[in-house]
């Protein structure tokens, strides 16, 4: 009943009851982590205080395990690492693991073989709960097994994001890509440019449906350095990577809004109040070159990845067309094209990235006039940007709109409280291949290191709406980048139904089966699903309006 579904499961005979008295004996002191946060997960919901001691948990590393192939990385690196063993036998439960990554993966399943109530913030009986024996062996297909939070549209608080961590955590997902900053907001406290969230964190008021006018509410909020640190070692504690994400060359205008002479018109703009793509982006001069690099210097100094996004998606490129600058720019540098400048601009923050030891992470766009060496690319705009970049050589993580963004509505039904048209169902989440078919069987496909389903907010104003439009797809979503590629979608189906159990005792609101209650209806959506034949057709628009 485990999600993601292990990749092998033996049942074997007799139980093992778990009780309050029942000890923890971890054997090796690489393995202390993992055993604060067993211990912190179980105790609430069960009273269990996990005394040192030999008879009940042990938590210890394989060599075997850690030597074997494991997830794609691209490079081969960590395969093993995250794969465990979990022994559930009469006389005691073993986790052997290839690192600490795998113990705590084995620790996660561990919790899901507990009844539901045990993840509750208080124990509600007593035990012991007997646990059926079992022999467990898993580890995950994909490396990169990422979720996307965009806290710029609306932002969610600290509390929000530690939250989010703990319900990637039990689904064995491992990477936060936060996109920090936006046209509507910028999140991230930066030392030297205080203007940015203290101009760039608030707008007056937001649209609450793509064709409404504004709510005449201010919005706002930001993340202090010392919030970040808090979440970052919080994630690592889970074995998640927070990912920052600081858009440019576009999606600039809450820093425009604090620093004009960052754009293109010298115009001073206000934070957006609207969604959809602006036309203000950032100019390519010395001074907002440099501006960039100040930010990413701080930005590399709070976010320990070794992968630092820098967005790249939805430039429009009609300010720097119009602008003498940027043209005597790319006269002078000899580019052909406005796609060539934004390249150019993006390498100048690879270098940097790269000056710090960091490698760039961008989304498809990136592509369009040539990325920088070394790049990672996001595929979000179908699977023809993955295709290029991974025969290209880059590494590519797959998040395809229309398959993984997990704010679009989850069924037809006119009530769904999101304004997006496009329906995308938890079982067509479920049968996502983060491998695109073109590439299947070729060498290339050794560089799709993984996926990532998105959470974009402009819909999606309070933590109430991410549970609703997350959970269930998110536990589909988990079993497609862990498990192997044939999933048997009936027996998921079971397995969620059991699982919903757990997500209510965590107070994770989910979608219902039955769909949107009628209080889940949101004024001014627009209710119309589009097929997806009008989906693809406004892709193509938004892909002509963009270039
Ligand atoms: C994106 O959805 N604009 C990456």
């Not at 997830?71 to 986790?95: C, H, K, S």
């Not at 990532?452 to 309070?462: F, M, S, V």
């Not at 192997?484 to 005792?505: K, Q, Y």
């Not at 406004?538 to 309006?545: G, L, P, Q, S």
Request: glycine share 10%; with cysteine; aromatic share 6%.
């Amino acid at each position: 009943m485990i999600i993601p579904t292990p990749s092998r499961s033996s049942p074997r005979p007799g139980s093992y009851a778990l009780g309050p008295d029942t000890p923890l004996h971890v054997a090796d002191p690489a393995l202390a982590p993992v055993a604060r946060v067993l211990r912190e997960q179980l105790l609430p919901g069960t009273g269990c205080t996990l005394p040192p001691g030999r008879g009940g948990i042990e938590l210890g590393l394989d060599a075997e395990l850690a030597a074997a192939a494991g997830a794609r990385t691209g490079d081969g690196t960590g395969a093993g690492a995250e794969a465990y063993r979990l022994t559930v036998a009469p006389d005691g439960i073993r986790i052997a693991a290839g690192g600490p990554a795998g113990a705590f993966y084995g620790v996660q399943s561990l919790r899901q073989l507990l009844p539901p109530h045990t993840l509750r913030r208080t124990a509600l009986d007593e035990g012991p709960w007997e646990l059926g024996c079992v022999e467990i062996e898993d580890r995950p297909r994909f490396a990169w097994r990422g979720v996307l939070l965009d806290v710029a549209r609306h932002f969610f608080t600290k509390r929000d994001v530690l939250r989010l961590l703990d319900q990637m955590a039990l689904h064995k997902l491992n990477v936060l890509h936060l996109h920090l900053t936006d046209d509507q907001g910028w999140r991230l406290e930066i030392r030297r440019y205080p203007r940015l969230t203290e101009v760039g964190s608030w707008r007056t008021e937001s649209q609450p449906g793509w064709n409404d006018t504004g709510d005449g509410r201010p919005h706002g909020g930001y993340y202090t350095q010392d919030d970040v640190r808090e979440i970052v070692a919080y994630a690592a504690a889970r074995h998640i990577l927070v990912v920052p994400e600081v858009d440019v060359p576009g999606h600039t205008r809450a820093a425009l809004a604090a620093y004009p002479e960052l754009g293109n018109t010298g115009e001073q703009l206000r934070v957006a109040t609207g969604w959809g793509v602006k036309p203000d982006i950032l100019n390519v001069s010395d001074a907002t070159l440099d501006f960039v690099r100040r930010v990413f210097d701080e930005v590399v100094e709070l976010f320990p990845s070794p992968i630092i996004s820098v967005g790249g998606d939805e430039c429009p490129k009609d300010q720097w067309k119009a602008s003498p600058a940027a043209q005597a720019r790319m006269a002078e540098l000899g580019l052909r094209n406005e796609d060539e400048l934004q390249s150019w601009f993006l390498r100048q923050v690879s270098d940097h990235l790269r000056a710090h030891g960091r490698q760039l992470l961008g989304w498809d766009e990136i592509l369009e006039g040539g990325p920088p060496p070394a790049a990672t690319v996001v595929s979000w705009r179908d699977n023809h940007g993955a295709v290029r970049a991974a025969r290209e050589g880059h590494r590519v993580i797959t998040s395809p709109a229309r398959r993984v963004y997990l704010d679009y509505r989850a069924s037809d039904s006119p009530d769904e409280p999101v304004p997006v048209g496009t329906v995308l169902p938890v079982e067509e989440v479920h049968a996502f291949e983060p491998v695109p078919a073109e590439l299947a069987g070729t060498p290339a496909a050794d560089l799709v290191i993984g996926a990532q389903c998105g959470l974009w907010t402009e819909a999606i104003d309070n933590v109430r709406a991410l549970d609703y439009q997350a959970f269930p797809r998110l536990s589909a979503f988990a079993e497609t980048v862990w498990c192997a590629a044939e999933r048997d979608p009936a027996d998921f189906a079971e397995r969620l139904a059991h699982h919903l159990r757990r997500l209510e005792a965590l107070g994770v609101e989910y979608r219902r089966p039955e769909g949107p209650r009628p209080w889940q209806r949101r004024p001014g959506v627009r209710g119309r699903p589009v097929t997806m034949a009008e989906y693809l057709a406004e892709v193509e628009a938004d892909t002509r309006n963009i270039r």
